[in-house]
């Protein structure tokens, strides 16, 4: 087939799936953090920074220096999907791919919903790119960024964020920087698998408030400090530069929690974040609000039915991308099997999903063999009219 072949997808082609757009059967698989080091190094299971945030008022500076944009693309460019299937294969050494039929990051959900819905959105529509690969059953989406990292100059101002999570949570992990977890649940008759970045856990003490006083934190990091020095030796895979260490604890789904921070003068409404929470099916959330810079007394909330009664209000939306990703997948399928979905925000109207000239695999080859053959020609799912 010749090389470029390009569908447009435009918003008057969007369907209603004429079913059910909600998460169902929500399930933890795996996770990792990221290490510090000149080689990519992964630990699994890895933990979460802990909220521990200090008492009482406290004056921040402003966020400056390296930053990660899309940090698993920045440590591991090679293969920046790799270190989701390492840590699900330590996890699991079983699992079954042939029956998943999204694997991504929460990112591209993130994109594609917003193409969907491009006037019920807090965050400015942006350009995307998403690399996609169908291997027999499954399409991999792969998130693409221009820059996967950047440098905030002195005279730059871009919040307080990163300078947030630094005094209000703690690193449990020596020299880790980073933590991501992979879930899998049902959404629209497809499986998903997906990756997302977590900022932090909240640990209950034994008195049931959120936050551990400095003797049950100084004990709890004494006893994750042995945890974590004590890694097996590092595991190289032949034909990949990832490495890859065991330590660290499995966290509860029930205790991950997403930060924000922002101006007290504009304060941050739950559906500007609920599809990003819904995505990685985050139950808790922290808003932190500053006076220039002065943050009080921010605390964790419970937003599980905020998000469940975000999900019950937007099912014509979630129904459409539902319809998306099948007809993205379709596509993909027809064209081959390697594309690249692009959005560019001048057109605003056209997603295209165009045949990728590029004959470069999206995985080592050794994870290609995770799938085992079952049928001679690939499923594409259904969609109506198209």
């Known amino acids: ?31 990792y953090s990221w290490i510090e080091g000149s080689t990519p190094t992964i630990i699994v299971p890895g933990v979460p920074p802990l909220w521990n945030p200090p008492r009482g008022p406290r004056k921040l500076k402003k966020d400056s220096g390296f930053i990660y944009i899309a940090q698993n693309a920045a440590r591991h460019p ?52 998403i690399n996609a690969e169908v291997v027999q059953n499954t399409i991999i989406f792969c998130r693409t960024e221009a820059a996967t990292s950047d440098v905030i100059g002195p005279n730059d101002f871009r919040g307080f964020g990163h300078q947030f999570e630094r005094r209000y949570t703690t690193a449990e992990v020596s020299g880790s920087a980073g933590h991501h977890r992979i879930l899998s649940f049902r959404f629209c008759g497809m499986s998903f698998v ?75 409404d739950i559906d500007e974040i609920a599809p990003q929470l819904w995505a990685s099916q985050t139950p808790k959330l922290v808003r932190a609000y500053h006076v220039g810079g002065q943050f009080l007394d921010p605390k964790v909330e419970d937003v599980a039915a905020k998000i469940r009664d975000w999900e019950a209000k937007h099912q014509p939306d979630l129904m459409k991308l539902g319809w998306l990703i099948k007809r993205i997948m379709s596509i993909a399928n027809k064209l081959g099997g390697r594309v690249v979905i692009k959005y560019d925000v001048v057109s605003k109207d056209e997603l295209s999903v165009q045949q990728s000239a590029d004959a470069s695999n999206l995985l080592p080859k050794d994870l290609y063999a995770r799938w085992t053959v079952v049928e001679t020609k690939t499923r594409e799912p259904e969609t109506k009219g198209k």
């Open 78 to 129: 090679d293969c920046p999907i790799e270190p989701l299937f390492r840590s699900l294969f330590i996890e699991h050494p079983t699992f079954d791919l042939p029956t998943v039929d999204v694997i991504t990051d929460q990112n591209n959900i993130r994109k594609l919903l917003q193409f969907v819905r491009p006037d019920q959105t807090s965050y400015p529509l942006e350009s995307f790119t």
């Open 194 to 268: 997906v990756r997302h970045k977590t900022d932090g856990y909240v640990k209950t003490d034994a008195l049931g408030h959120n936050g551990v006083d400095s003797d049950s934190l100084t004990n709890l990091l004494r006893d994750l400090s042995l945890k974590s020095n004590n890694h097996d030796s590092c595991t190289s895979i032949a034909e990949s530069k990832l490495r890859i260490q065991r330590g660290g604890q499995v966290v509860p789904p029930s205790s991950i929690i997403e930060i924000k921070t922002r101006t007290r003068k504009k304060l941050i």
């Open 1 to 31: 087939m010749a090389s470029g072949i390009k569908v447009n997808i435009s918003h008057s082609d969007l369907e209603d799936l004429g079913q059910s757009a909600e998460v169902t059967d929500v399930r933890h698989l795996s996770s």
